[in-house]
């Protein structure tokens, strides 16, 4: 039976991983800047990949951190967000998209710092509306990519995710809203 490591260690195989994922990050943007968005689509697929891999392998080999806890989803938002902010800058996504999805993230962690000023520690647990919506601005940035990398005509596709990713990142944002505002509401504990 093996022993966990310390929550501050930095160099588990798991956090190597998402260390990777997130040094991804600024290749993935210049690929797509140099219009080869095939080869950001591997990368985008690589990173997706190395995802599952790192969460797996923390628990499989009782390896979790601190570190690999705040890290894996900073990498995660950091690909997602440029991603669609660079894809906008192309033309391929829609720039009131990438405004959206990035100023939804700046609520959250905005509402959040603000509430930890205030002196309330919320529990920092997804919503299934923020899985669902996550889940879609993944689908969308990758087909986006496959679409445009390897000419593939689904432009019907790309139209229908674009709204459902549209539609879940503002029932999403104002879920958070809520929850905050419920948060800032209850009596102190």
């Excluded at 790192?54 to 690999?68: E, F």
């Excluded at 990498?75 to 939804?104: C, E, G, M, N, Q």
């Excluded at 459902?164 to 102190?188: C, D, E, F, N």
Aim: charged share 10%.
């Amino acid at each position: 039976m093996s022993e966990s490591p310390p929550p501050h260690i930095l160099f588990t195989l798991p956090n190597m991983i998402t260390l990777a994922r997130l040094a991804a990050v600024p290749g993935t943007i210049w690929l797509i800047l140099q219009h080869r968005l095939d080869l950001a689509f591997l990368l985008f697929l690589a990173a997706g990949v190395s995802d599952g891999l790192d969460g797996w392998l923390a628990r499989a080999t009782n390896s979790r951190s601190a570190l690999g806890a705040l890290l894996d989803p900073v990498a995660d938002k950091a690909l997602l967000v440029s991603v669609y902010v660079t894809l906008a800058a192309i033309a391929v996504l829609p720039d009131w998209l990438a405004i959206l999805v990035v100023f939804r993230d700046l609520v959250i962690v905005g509402g959040l710092t603000l509430l930890w000023m205030l002196g309330s520690r919320p529990p920092i647990r997804p919503l299934w509306i923020s899985k669902l919506n996550t889940l879609l601005q993944i689908m969308l940035a990758a087909l986006a990519l496959f679409i445009h990398g390897f000419e593939v005509p689904m432009e019907t596709a790309i139209t229908l995710l674009i709204w459902l990713v549209a539609a879940s990142t503002l029932a999403s944002g104002i879920a958070y809203v809520a929850q905050a505002a419920r948060q800032m509401k209850a009596p102190a504990r």
